[in-house]
């Protein structure tokens, strides 16, 4: 690893939190990154508070992005910033993203990418004109053995695809927790913060992401049937789908935050023609494969059987279990390799195997379409993807 | 147990069928019933040769059900059979049990019950008339840690139900079996025979009965996609839908035969305001119960902590497991006791904790609407069951 | 099956008594035995009201095992019993099974066979000259995967054996129960009948079993700690110990019936140079095994990719579990098996695959070898069993 | 978080080491220390490289341990490292140890923490004395649900202890993979650098610490059969060991490396008189709670239901795993907190919960215990520690 440490500067994130410090943890535990300046809130004192805390030197710790924005780029190339981090609400990724993009910073940004397609357009005309390398922090593709899957799929190893079954259960919001002032639940079911879709775009999206990941299907039409089941909430907190995929394959999608008993169940189930795999993203560390007449197998992470994606995602021997941490950084990981590289634009994230813009611009689609679905009550809606032009 | 054993007389069942030999076991098990009469398969010479395997007198060996019919009508009271199991391909289900019960035997069919609900609504104006107990061999339903479940929801221990997930997952058909003559493979690929619905009918009514057994709740609507994945096949291996139910529940259902690794795998999972619970066939001395804010718990078969309903149909003490063979005999220790208790007509299966003819009739109004929501490319279908008046 | 249907009579068993309704359903279930004849308690008055009440003949339903003795031997051959069940407390069996098999009947005993090694080698003495087939109701052998795991080992797929570890952990006797005046907890607490071991008798004698029949290694040495925790108690209730093999392999047994939580969880790990396996009764469906240098695989009850052990010693299809009573119906599906045959005396056990005297008498040789290690507070000691000229 | 960022300095740990790549991430995960000296390699040149390659300061990295402890102690106070961890072979940690400790640095030293009982005493003398913080890196304390069930059991959850089954099992030595030259394998079977155990001392040691860690039981006496299975191999592979503990409890420990598929299977089993607890390092973020009479129960990291110990161990939501890299972070968190907080000498520890030098100690004294009795052939030794005074 003799590549120089990536400045990486944050937008969002400050105190009290969640995803801000995952992020920091993840951009940092491989020493790819160096957290080197932040605008860590909407509020400028809270903001400066926050980078105080966790030790950003004075003079790059911003009271708010576009003053962030402004003084690194007036920094000398060496000593300014070489990527930022957006990790705000969802509302505010669009301009954010496009200022940081625009003025030539590489941009990792959290998932939804923005609220619609529009947004979505524009910020992939952005990446094409300036050549800057975007990722979006779909984490859950970081693992090992998500990669596996989708190497073994990639190889014919389960045959043509027939059925898809994707979930992603939690349980946290199946009171009215937003009334109690707490922060992620309270931006969370607020329309105007976290758009339209509740359930469905803050983990549904993560769904149809990893299916589309894993198995590379397209998605051709969905039907959906979504639900506000806490009383007072304001967006949906549950949702169910019908999927089907171009050339036939056939797939159910539930995104739910009222699960009691679940924590962060996110599943995957796929099979084809001559097999079957399966992994939870709460055991992560271990791929179920079966195939036609055969005992079911257990892959496990760090094994020299697992192949090269699986392989290299990995920094722990085998039993030495690796998690959530661990496969965040990956997506950071690939974005620092694909800056270290020189990769440019949209073909960076499939080179360098992390969620680009393309992958968030086909989830605000995912998006707009299931909700349009679900207003016409759960008539098959077309929802393929085209990338624009 | 000082009841008398109750005499059982079997239609269809002979050599190479499968399910023939589940219900004479799971018939035999607590000496319930005793076998004395049968007539084993729709081939007359095919039958008695079966029935002398199995140690049939010759004189009530029969070559065809009219036969046995008549016979055993014209036997002294004590000395015929009590009550008719009938275990021949779903075509056949309506005239068989149509006659038995006309002429003031007891029955017990195999699921679905019949093709038609004008058949079903037949058989419960049948029961009506003449009083005979008749169940319906849904037998997941008769797990210990099924009852457990149903007695805690009913309870309220999970609160309103918000949401089902019922799976039904096999993978034996993932390939063209039938055409290499497997038996079992054939008729229930068989228009014919296994009635419009392949895995629908198969499995996916099993799947359905489970839920009503165990929720309580009453089926409003239902989106379904359904599929034949295997080229070839005549009827569907694979549905999914969506599901609401009557007080705002939804739901998921999934009945694949082409899900390659899956064995007989029957899940079921529900949550309410308070609490969910999952179960799984293929472990069914577990079942898992989770509360708002506690420790998700297990609850195993035998235990002194588990409710009336599983404790009665339990046969061994903790970690002895049960299985397969003991739930099909639960339905059978029911329909026993029943007989024994002079219990009459209709309301002997809420009494005796069986599954009866209006489970059966409930289960055939749910293929015909699935399959109506299916040929409508999956728009909502009203599906609530009225019975019969 | 054209066979006849086996006479079986049953000494013990009676009202109350756990493993006589246990090896009434093993024995029936495939109906290769009926219960014809019976002894049932060892209070005449308790043995025919038990008798009547699971429906033996008058005639047959005698008062006490010496008067079952005489008369059936003095009924025509085709009228008589064809073996008998024993399955009294330990302190009986030897006196009793004797007795039948001295007058030629065939005997299947429970276990621990007999309280000494004398009277074991007497056993096998009067099985020698009479020829009888004798078995002995080492249940858990009975399992399709035991079988399976059996036949892998022998055919050398974990390579040469390092290294055993057999758990038997139950919880059932953490309290003083035995005071409480429950049966079970009783005469398995009390030395006089069930042995001067007691959780080693009454467990460790399975885990030992299913060590010698998986793997078909021969003890060596043993070094035991033996344990009562429940103050009161008369016997063991906990026993731990180190155990080297015949060839070098070492392993591990412990025997408890103080775990609280457990309930009836025997494990068995066998590793060798190659690779290792793992069963677990209360899953009993299932088999893991691993392979140097690749994935862990599951086998399943039921498939094609088993071995003739295993598949043979199965009723249902993949994912229909089977468990405790098929497992137990195993052993005396082989004992009938034998007797259909004509097979005789010692050899009968290997070429139809049933537990016979000679693991009876090594296991009885076992618990004395352990109590001596105990006593001599875990001393090496020598526990090799060769079987009596 | 507004404590100032400690500096950490690393001996061992060079390139190709695993371990020191472990303690670099666990000691920065959660910014508590930044590395900022190193003498990463015995060897001047490999150490000069290595230190270059994660970035060192070229005038703080440093050829060898003793020109880094000069160095660093004429350095200005707030410009030194405040503590030093040593990840070298075992052989090396007395001097290295010493010597830190000596000029006032503290210390977190890898287990086993040295090779003689003599030397432990010395190294606690010398904390006695300089007042530094020593921490040993038994990382496996430092998880979660760890803590958790120590808490439990000191709050009596499951009464008095009977029953202790601890479990190391690896797979990775099965064969003799130090004469392919792969270094982890040739420094730990080799007795000169790893000591006179090998299995026992590298796996065996974590296993007692975990034992000691949570039970709060002392061992009373041991008995030990060791063994080497792989032929060639200079020190044990595979040991297993009868426990007795004061105050009556008993346990096992089986530690091995040629246990084929088992990856890093530490497990750990307590039955108690009124309860079990049950956890798995590869499952680490789950521990089964089992209660006399009710039913078995999974606790799960994150959630507000768990005590403090295990609730301010986390980083994370439920759900999202965490795993070893956390869990090590965690010995680190409470030493660079006990350094912050002025605390000193042997009293640390305990209070700020990480693993000190008596711990270290324990652990020397147990596999010296260990080794004696092994070499008695399994007789009883006493193995009591007492902390010297």
Redesign the interface.
Known sequence: ??NR?LQLGMVGGGQGA?IG??HR?AA??D?VFALTAGALSSTPDRARASGA???LADDRNYPDWRTMLDAERRRDPGQRIDAVAIVTPNDTHFEIARAFAQAGFHVLCDKPLVHTSAQATELIRVVRNTGVIFAVSYNYSGYPLVRQARELIAAGA?GRI??V?V?YH???L??RLEASGQKQAAWRTDPARSGAAGALGDIGSHAEQLVACVTGLELESL?V?Q?T?VPGRQVDD?A???L?FVGGA???L?A?Q????????LRL?V??????I?WR?????EL?????????????R????LGPAARSAT????????????AFANIYRGFGAAIHAGASGLEAAAQHDFPGVLDGARGVHFIEKALESARS????TAARFIPPA
Chains 1, 2, 3, 4 share one sequence.
């Open positions: 690893m003799s440490t969640f410090a995952v943890t940092l535990l020493g805390a966790i030790g389960i027939r059925r079954c979930e939690q349980g946290w199946a009171t039907c049937d639900s089941f549950d169910a789908m019908l089907r056939r797939g159910t539930t739910s009222v699960c009691v008993g679940a924590e962060n169940d189930r099979w084809g023609e001559t097999g079957g399966e993203q709460e055991q992560p560390n179920r494969v079966a195939k036609l007449g055969e005992p079911e197998c257990l892959l496990r760090g094994n020299d059987y920094r722990l021997p085998p039993g030495h279990p690796e998690a959530f941490f661990e009550d759960a008539r098959w």
